[in-house]
């Protein structure tokens, strides 16, 4: 459970999106990206009874910023577990990105705690060598080192931006390889299933009736979104994770759930 995505936690369904900001400007592939904060409830949404897991409850922080050269993504995670076998266990995680415009460079930073002892930091710098080739990935932490980053591989921003294109353009499929600095073991290979799209003010959520809600960013045409998520290069057949998602085009995301089986 140490790896998440950028919009990560795990197993739990999360809803409710609030106080928007200023519309951010348009990435080179047309596909405009909102600026937006959002708070997100937290609730288990399913666990096996050998899992050990009887529930879990917090709040996610989520915020997406135009910094004109390029977007940050700050993201706080709050969650307590409670176990069939021990005391309840309270988890945090804090996850700082910055992705250049042109989708070449990366910086991030992520640290975990558990029961308020750091338990996990990665930390560095990325950069590809252009569009749709390889890289490298520079890390300061957990400890100092270089990893080569395969040719096709985008960072995260990049990748919600490939995900809304293809959904415009009627695809139903998206495989890339995305480096999302969550960990120190690299990226993932990540399949996207796409679904029909829904059309604009169809989202029909209760959250909408909620002062904090700003229902502008959720009037937008939307898709939901399967992910798979598999180390690099594995023949398993199984993803590590998986989630699916409401995506709408400025890229606010809602009706989440993460599944890691």
């Given at each position: ?15 409710g ?25 937290m ?27 390029g977007?940050?993504v ?38 975990s ?15 590809l ?53 969550t ?75 993460q599944?890691?089986?």
């Amino acid at each position: 459970m140490k790896r998440l995505s950028a919009l990560a936690v795990v197993g739990l369904s999360i809803a409710g999106v609030a106080e928007a900001g200023p519309a951010g400007a348009p990435l080179p592939t047309d596909v405009g990206l909102a600026t937006h904060r959002a708070e997100y409830t937290m609730s288990l949404n399913s666990a096996r009874a050998s899992g050990g897991v009887t529930g879990a409850s917090g709040k996610m922080t989520y915020r997406f910023a135009d910094t004109c050269d390029g977007w940050t993504v700050e993201n706080k995670t709050v969650v307590t577990f409670a176990y069939t076998d021990g005391n309840p266990v309270a988890t945090t995680w804090d996850y700082l990105t910055w992705e250049s415009k042109d989708g070449l460079r990366f910086r991030f930073r992520v640290r975990s705690t558990r029961d308020g002892q750091v338990n996990d930091e990665v930390a560095g710098t990325a950069t590809l060598d252009g569009r749709d080739k390889g890289g490298t990935a520079q890390f300061t932490l957990p400890e100092t080192k270089t990893m080569t980053l395969p040719k096709g591989t985008v960072f995260p921003t990049e990748h919600t931006v490939r995900l809304i294109e293809a959904a415009e353009k009627g695809g139903h499929l998206l495989a890339k390889v995305v480096f999302d600095g969550t960990d120190a073991d690299g990226p993932f290979d990540v399949n996207a299933v796409l679904d029909h799209p829904l059309p604009a003010n169809s989202n029909q959520s209760p959250a909408l009736q909620k002062r904090a809600v700003n229902a502008t960013l959720l009037s937008a045409p939307s898709w939901l979104v399967q992910l798979a998520f598999y180390p690099l290069g594995t023949t398993d057949a199984v993803p590590d994770y998986e989630v699916s998602l409401r995506y709408y085009t400025n890229g606010v995301a809602d009706e989440m759930i993460q599944s890691f089986g």
